[in-house]
């Protein structure tokens, strides 16, 4: 059972656009959701998360937005620029800091 | 401020074989992760450590899958026999706490024939 589903598997966009990500979760005990990126030969990093108290977090060209009732989030990226081209994954993780369960990555390609 | 190590960061071997991945995670954080990531896939947990104890290794295939945490720092995961379906990138990570932002290694890529 996938717990968390993750939209589109990849994805092109010309430099200047809005990339835009999303997923949909469906465990109500998930309360932290993070967004990592991946470039290829390196691990992932953590690129921005939020808790579900809120509904929009947004630092620099990202931002979460957060849908409680709907069990969905997703990930804006302003402005896409070459060097965001890499894979991201969104993650839900269980209380008391339980188990990360990640998506299964959405390739982003930014043309020049 | 260094990273998560991990070695080798590529490790080929034959179905049946044997492999062993080393992971040193960064200096003082107490929760340690070890993940397979399948080519197009999200990482899946395999086992996560607190100090030297194990928190969850629910999905850890224990017939073949072990890892240890010596004296709650260096940790190494080890395939025994290895399968052709074990072909993926193992990564390790750590972090301050476990509620604390999770800091992912380079990875082991493995390629079993």
């Known amino acids: 059972q996938q717990q968390v589903k993750q939209s589109p598997q990849s994805l092109i966009v010309q430099k200047g656009g809005i990339s835009i990500i999303n997923c949909a979760y469906e465990?109500?005990?998930?309360?932290?959701f993070p967004w990592y990126q991946q470039f290829p030969g390196k691990g992932p990093a953590l690129l921005i998360a939020i808790r579900p108290d809120v509904s929009e977090k947004k630092e620099g060209r990202f931002t979460i937005s957060f849908n409680k009732s709907a069990k969905q989030f997703s990930l804006h990226i302003m402005d896409s620029q070459p060097g965001d081209s890499a894979t991201y994954f969104c993650a839900a993780r269980g209380t008391n800091a339980g188990k990360s369960t990640f998506g299964d990555g959405t390739t982003l390609t930014v043309k020049p | 401020e260094a990273g998560v190590a991990q070695s080798p960061r590529y490790k080929i071997i034959e179905k049946r074989q044997s492999v062993a991945f080393w992971c040193n995670p960064i200096?003082?954080?107490?929760?340690l992760y070890w993940y397979q990531q399948i080519l197009g896939q999200g990482p899946k947990l395999l086992i996560q450590?607190?100090?030297?104890?194990?928190?969850?290794d629910s999905q850890l295939p224990k017939d073949r899958f072990s890892a240890e945490r010596l004296k709650g720092v260096d940790s190494t995961l080890k395939i025994q026999p290895a399968k052709l379906e074990d072909s993926a990138v193992y990564l390790c990570?750590?972090?301050?706490?476990?509620?604390?932002?999770?800091?992912f290694g380079p990875g082991t890529r493995l390629t079993v024939l």
């Open positions: 465990n109500t005990a998930f309360d932290y």
């Open positions: 450590f607190q100090n030297n104890g194990v928190v969850d």
């Open positions: 990570a750590s972090s301050l706490v476990a509620v604390n932002e999770q800091f």
């Open positions: 200096s003082g954080h107490a929760t």
